[in-house]
């Protein structure tokens, strides 16, 4: 009864805030029985349409790729549709004279199709959407990064979007989503069915006679529909899609039928809730709906994961592609091909006059001063990074972990911001400790999260959690116009910009010490996959291992935001390149995708600082642009 229970709560809730202080709707009083008809009850209906259509959205999604963790933003809308609305507002305005929901809704459209074209004669497998879905919103987020960087003034109505925008004139938007939901929601309950038997695999859908292409096409259209109506429609409201079935299967909803009832009505009671919230806080400005919603949400979904004794969700099983392994001439080419990287980006590049040299025609000074820090901290930051993303996916058992799953680099993220923010006297190289200490308190959280128990799904979720609240606080504060705004926005997409030769060298000590951690630790990673009962089988004390693995990918992922920022893709793409070039076991795992993650950071530091100079570029932009088609073309020459 707990689902009843907390949509009731939220709608009543958050009608008793939005009619607080409302004047009769009377004859006599006409600019307020306007305001009321078209602006108040309008945006109350979208909230509760809109929360519905995320939830759906999500839930589809969850059951198509059979993971938890997937959301409306999985497989690129609504990277796409921001880029198409930063490409729209900055080289075409035009075409915003409409409205931006065609704008957004194509760029969406166009993420997720790309995604389903790049992996289609796979029959759209889970694991290889789930992938390939990342890596497009890698690559539509570094070139909407890079827009953003260089024209910032120019799009802070798109900030506003970013964290969701309810506000209404009217009834047609409430309109649209209602069909599109009702639509949607109909399909679905037909395909309800089928869609629990997909839980199983696939060979239990060609048993019992399901076209499991045709199963997966039809849900995929439908979620990706659901998806850009709501984005391109009230914007981003983050997590929605990932919170509200959450919360329904938390509160006991555990078939499709129950899921798909109770998802959509907790994702309308938590944003219309949220919504009116916002509209009764006693500030000088309105606070973003999702940022309200994330402070409301998350908390409320940690404190059911904690209060839940024995939940440990449906388990997942990490995918590791099949075929040749490479053996250890991978690992030898790999660590050398870094090798010689790293001497290249170092000796090679552009002057202080802006031309090209090589070695000795070059000042040591240049050298030494401007290029070494760099490498070196991109280096230690794609190792560490890297580590920390092969132990949670293999200490989880799930292919979409990374290392901002647990909340760490949202954390330091928001540290830094914060700094900023609060003590704008402070120089940069000060305010960067901020970084530290969001990492600590996340990493503590974490820690105190485990003395509970450490169920991988359970962590995954909670640092899910704090990822969502921390996000939402520096979408709100970016969204204020503050001109600092833009040097935070670089040292966010993975600037290099103040690496320091002392502060390089310890991220390389550091490095190297959570790598030789990390190889120490690798029987115990290389048994988690496999589960609980093997683990005890061997006589592995599973709480004590999943603790201690934790805390090393705590340590890495706090490591590798102190050097260039909260740049995580990198520990999550590392990984799966590494397996899909066939590494052979948890070790070489480490070593493959440490030298990968390096290699793939200090190219794309080496591009950004010399392709446009004497501007530059962040290596976290340039390396989503360049790695997400490199990994997509082996996704689709993989056999």
């Known amino acids: 009864?707990?689902?009843?229970?907390?949509?009731?709560?939220?709608?009543?809730?958050?009608?008793?805030?939005?009619?607080?202080?409302?004047?009769?709707?009377?004859?006599?009083?006409?600019?307020?029985?306007?305001?009321?008809?078209?602006?108040?009850?309008?945006?109350?209906?979208?909230?509760?349409?809109?929360?519905?259509?995320?939830?759906?959205?999500?839930?589809?999604?969850?059951?198509?790729?059979?993971?938890?963790?997937?959301?409306?933003?999985?497989?690129?809308?609504?990277?796409?549709?921001?880029?198409?609305?930063?490409?729209?507002?900055?080289?075409?305005?035009?075409?915003?004279?409409?409205?931006?929901?065609?704008?957004?809704?194509?760029?969406?459209?166009?993420?997720?199709?790309?995604?389903?074209?790049?992996v289609g004669r796979r029959q759209l497998e889970p694991v290889t959407l789930i992938v390939a879905g990342m890596l497009i919103s890698l690559f539509c987020s570094g070139l909407t990064s890079a827009l953003t960087i260089f024209n910032h003034e120019y799009l802070s109505d798109i900030y506003v979007w970013q964290s969701g925008n309810l506000r209404q004139m009217g009834w047609h938007n409430t309109a649209i989503l209602l069909t599109v939901l009702s639509g949607c929601w109909f399909f679905a309950w037909l395909l309800r069915r089928p869609l629990a038997a997909a839980a199983l695999g696939d060979e239990i859908l060609s048993v019992i006679g399901v076209n499991v292409f045709l199963l997966r096409t039809t849900v995929l259209f439908l979620a990706t529909l659901l998806g850009v109506a709501a984005v391109s429609t009230v914007g981003v409201i983050a997590f929605l899609g990932f919170l509200a079935p959450a919360l329904a299967r938390l509160c006991g909803a555990r078939t499709v039928p129950a899921l798909l009832l109770w998802a959509p009505l907790q994702g309308a009671a938590l944003l219309f809730l949220a919504d009116a919230a916002v509209q009764r806080l006693p500030l000088g400005g309105e606070v973003p709906t999702g940022t309200a919603l994330a402070i409301i949400g998350a908390p409320f979904l940690t404190l059911?994961?904690?209060?839940?004794?024995?939940?440990?969700?449906?388990?997942?099983?990490?995918?590791?592609?099949?075929?040749?392994?490479?053996?250890?001439?991978?690992t030898a080419g790999s660590i050398a091909f870094a090798a010689i990287t790293l001497l290249a980006v170092t000796l090679i590049g552009r002057s202080t006059d802006g031309s090209y040299g090589l070695g000795g025609a070059i000042d040591p000074g240049v050298i030494w001063q401007m290029r070494t820090p760099r490498t070196m901290a991109v280096l230690a930051a794609g190792s560490v990074l890297a580590i920390g993303g092969v132990i949670l996916q293999r200490a989880t058992g799930n292919d979409m972990a990374s290392p901002e799953i647990l909340g760490i680099s949202s954390a330091a993220a928001l540290g830094v911001l914060c700094m900023l923010l609060f003590f704008p006297e402070l120089p940069w190289n000060v305010a960067q400790y901020g970084a530290a200490i969001g990492a600590c308190l996340a990493s503590a959280v974490i820690m105190g999260m485990c003395l509970y128990g450490v169920e991988p799904l359970r962590l995954l979720l909670s640092g899910m959690a704090l990822t969502i609240i921390c996000s939402g606080?520096?979408?709100?504060?970016?969204?204020?116009?503050?001109?600092?705004?833009?040097?935070?926005?670089?040292?966010?997409?993975?600037?290099?910009?103040?690496?320091?030769?002392?502060?390089?060298?310890?991220?390389?000590?550091?490095?190297?010490?959570?790598?030789?951690?990390?190889?120490?630790?690798?029987?115990?990673?290389?048994?988690?996959?496999?589960?609980?009962?093997?683990?005890?089988?061997?006589?592995?004390?599973?709480?004590?291992?999943r603790m201690l693995v934790f805390l090393l990918a705590a340590m890495a992922t706090a490591c590798g935001t102190m050097l260039i920022g909260p740049l995580t893709f990198i520990g999550l793409v590392a990984p799966h390149l590494a397996r899909r070039l066939g590494s052979s076991g948890p070790r070489q795992e480490f070593l493959v995708a440490a030298a990968l993650g390096a290699t793939t950071l200090m190219l794309a530091d080496w591009i950004g600082r010399n392709i446009i100079h004497p501007w530059q570029l962040p290596a976290g932009i340039v390396a989503a642009i360049i790695s997400g088609p490199f990994v997509l073309l082996l996704l689709r020459r993989a056999g």
């Open 304 to 330: 059911l994961l904690w209060r839940r004794s024995g939940f440990a969700g449906r388990p997942t099983q990490l995918t590791i592609p099949s075929g040749r392994r490479a053996g250890w001439p991978l």
């Open 473 to 545: 606080l520096m979408a709100f504060f970016l969204a204020g116009g503050d001109p600092r705004a833009s040097v935070i926005i670089s040292w966010l997409s993975g600037s290099t910009y103040n690496a320091t030769v002392a502060g390089a060298a310890a991220g390389l000590a550091t490095s190297f010490v959570l790598m030789v951690l990390a190889l120490g630790l690798s029987r115990i990673i290389g048994v988690l996959p496999l589960g609980d009962a093997v683990a005890n089988g061997i006589g592995m004390p599973v709480a004590r291992s």
């Open 1 to 118: 009864m707990a689902n009843p229970a907390i949509v009731f709560l939220g709608i009543t809730t958050g009608t008793m805030l939005l009619t607080t202080g409302l004047s009769p709707v009377v004859g006599d009083v006409p600019a307020e029985t306007l305001r009321i008809a078209y602006s108040v009850l309008p945006r109350a209906a979208i909230s509760l349409v809109a929360g519905a259509v995320l939830a759906l959205s999500g839930m589809l999604y969850q059951q198509l790729l059979r993971n938890p963790l997937a959301e409306p933003a999985t497989l690129g809308v609504t990277a796409g549709s921001h880029l198409a609305l930063v490409g729209a507002s900055l080289f075409l305005p035009v075409l915003l004279d409409g409205g931006r929901l065609w704008v957004a809704g194509i760029g969406g459209i166009a993420a997720t199709g790309t995604v389903a074209l790049v």
